[in-house]
């Protein structure tokens, strides 16, 4: 019997189409082993967190990526490293979603990498991510850590061209896979 598929979502960090981010995101995708997909869920156009637009109705948006997160069996985040930190946008994002109830990143087995062309890679940012996880009871993956540095010199027309950089980020894939069928196994015990 063949093991059942794995869904995953996955936010940008970055808005801009050509981001080393985006090329990152791409590049993982390509890289999950089989039986997996990825869905990209677009956070550019959410309007800013705000209790009083809260009070009106959670925004479409936010309720359909809370729905896909709650179909998904694992989340993925790429982020860029902004002034020591995520980004607005992706902040944002998560700031709404944990506002909608089921609360979607509880108990999910979670993905984080980043690019930057810095030479931390964006680890200031995933340091943050894993804080924010925390209070949010996601399960972000140990290792391997994929702090994808310098990125500008292994992109070339929009594909990643650095081995080493696509070998871990086959690595996070396939742990992330074995980390779902891990939560699967466990849920399958407690019943």
């Known amino acids: 019997m063949s093991e059942p598929s794995i869904k995953l979502v996955a936010f940008c960090g970055s808005l801009r189409r050509a981001s080393l981010n985006r090329v990152a995101l791409a590049a993982f995708a390509e890289r999950l082993p089989a039986g997996t997909s990825l869905s990209t869920i677009e956070i550019g156009d959410w309007p800013l967190y705000?209790?009083?637009?809260?009070?009106?109705?959670?925004?479409?948006?936010?309720?359909?990526?809370?729905?896909?997160?709650?179909?998904?069996?694992?989340?993925?985040?790429?982020?860029?490293?902004?002034?020591?930190?995520?980004s607005g946008v992706l902040k944002n994002a998560i700031d709404w979603l944990s506002r909608?109830?089921?609360q979607p990143f509880a108990g999910k087995p979670i993905a984080l990498f980043g690019?930057?062309?810095?030479l931390l890679g964006t680890?200031?940012?995933?340091?943050?991510?894993?804080?924010?996880m925390v209070f949010l009871d996601g399960r972000p993956l140990n290792k391997?850590?994929?702090?994808?540095?310098?990125?500008?010199?292994?992109?070339?027309?929009?594909?990643?061209?650095?081995?080493?950089?696509?070998?871990?980020l086959a690595d996070?894939?396939?742990?992330?896979?074995?980390?779902?069928?891990?939560a699967r196994a466990a849920a399958m015990h407690v019943r």
């Open 100 to 102: 909608t109830t089921p």
């Open 172 to 182: 996070l894939g396939a742990a992330l896979v074995l980390a779902i069928r891990h």
């Open 115 to 118: 690019a930057s062309m810095g």
């Open 144 to 168: 391997p850590e994929v702090m994808i540095a310098q990125a500008h010199t292994k992109v070339a027309d929009g594909k990643l061209t650095d081995e080493a950089t696509g070998k871990l």
């Open 50 to 86: 705000d209790a009083d637009v809260q009070a009106k109705g959670v925004p479409a948006a936010v309720e359909a990526a809370q729905q896909a997160m709650l179909a998904a069996d694992g989340i993925v985040l790429a982020s860029p490293e902004y002034n020591y930190s995520i």
């Open 123 to 132: 680890a200031r940012a995933q340091y943050h991510l894993r804080q924010m």
